[in-house]
């Protein structure tokens, strides 16, 4: 099965101290719902992956990305529906332009606190509280992880940097 390339950013507000996220609370069905999530989306055929990331923030939140910090990347196998594999790759926002939105088609959109984040103080995949460390880290380098899942919860957590 062909992985799902997607993008995954942490918008970071001007001080540094909360993350632009999005609460996907519009559609029950969604894989997501209920859960706090960076932006981000699927990757379109003719984009490069910073491209794709900018696009996704523009149609999510309304801003426009000046800088872009290279995360990671991580490999989800099974975690899509009907077991898609995903291949992700994860960025911070350093700076950006415009007045973000206040919600899109899958959700509310908040500033969120890191800290809250980084306590488990918001409802979101516990898989995320693996990596997250790694993009909100003080002195960040990119790592490169691998995730697998079945029946939606991760089986283990592996990476490099």
């Known amino acids: 099965m062909q992985a799902i390339i997607a993008t ?3 918008v970071l507000s001007a001080d540094g101290r909360e993350v632009l996220m999005v609460r996907r609370d519009t559609r029950p069905d969604d894989l997501h719902y ?6 981000g989306g699927k990757l379109e055929p ?11 923030i523009r149609e999510e939140a ?8 290279m995360a990671g ?3 989800w196998p099974g975690f899509g529906r009907g077991g898609a ?8 926002v350093t700076a950006w332009t ?3 939105l206040t919600g899109n088609d899958e959700g509310s959109l908040h500033w969120v606190p890191i800290d809250d984040v980084l ?36 089986l283990s957590w592996s990476f490099t940097s």
Not at 34 to 39: E, I, P
Not at 46 to 56: A, I, M, P, W
Request: aromatic share 14%; hydrophobic share 40%; with cysteine.
């Open 62 to 69: 309304g801003i426009e990305c000046t800088a872009v910090e």
């Open 8 to 10: 995954l950013g942490y």
């Open 119 to 154: 306590a488990g103080k918001v409802p979101m995949w516990e898989s995320d509280r693996h990596f997250l460390p790694l993009v909100f880290a003080d002195s960040p380098t990119v790592f490169h992880g691998v995730m697998p899942f079945a029946q939606g919860k991760a």
């Open 34 to 39: 209920g859960k706090y999530n960076g932006l």
């Open 85 to 92: 594999n995903w291949f992700g790759f994860l960025f911070r």
């Open 73 to 75: 990347t991580i490999s």
């Open 46 to 56: 003719d984009e490069d992956v910073v491209s794709g990331l900018r696009r996704e």
């Open 98 to 100: 415009g007045t973000p």
